[in-house]
């Protein structure tokens, strides 16, 4: 069982920059790959950014390419996702992901763990 808390959202201008942390409880969080997806008010779950977990590999959607980077500290139990360059359509809830053997991470159906989500607002 593994149990996953998002923080780090909040209200930041455009061209501003986020560092969202997802803290997870259990004791193989090594062990599984994490990702980052994304929910924008009327839109579908999206997904933003995912971590293998050797961390040798990430994958990031095409939308946040460049502006955006994923990592995890397996130690301290927690993936990142730092946020640079905030558009108004980076407004979203975030949620984190733990899949055990899946990857690619891009595809939210089924995957085992989900946080509860945080909230980014982007004002222009």
């Known amino acids: 069982q593994v149990q996953l808390v998002e923080s780090g959202g909040g209200l930041v201008q455009a061209g501003g920059s986020l560092r969202l942390s997802c803290a997870a409880s259990?004791?193989?969080?090594?062990?599984?790959?994490m990702a980052w997806f994304r929910q924008a008010p009327g839109k579908e779950r999206e997904f933003v950014a995912a971590?293998?977990?050797?961390?040798?590999?990430?994958d990031y959607a095409d939308s946040v390419k460049g502006r955006f980077t994923i990592s995890r500290d397996n130690a301290e139990n927690t993936v990142y996702l730092q946020m640079n360059s905030l558009k108004s359509e980076d407004t979203a809830v975030y949620y984190c992901?733990?899949?055990?053997?899946?990857?690619?991470?891009?595809?939210?159906?089924?995957?085992?763990?989900w946080g509860k989500g945080t909230l980014v607002t982007v004002s222009s």
């Open positions: 971590i293998r977990w050797i961390a040798d590999t990430t």
């Open positions: 992901a733990a899949d055990y053997s899946r990857w690619p991470l891009r595809n939210d159906y089924g995957i085992d763990y």
């Open positions: 259990g004791r193989t969080f090594s062990m599984y790959n």
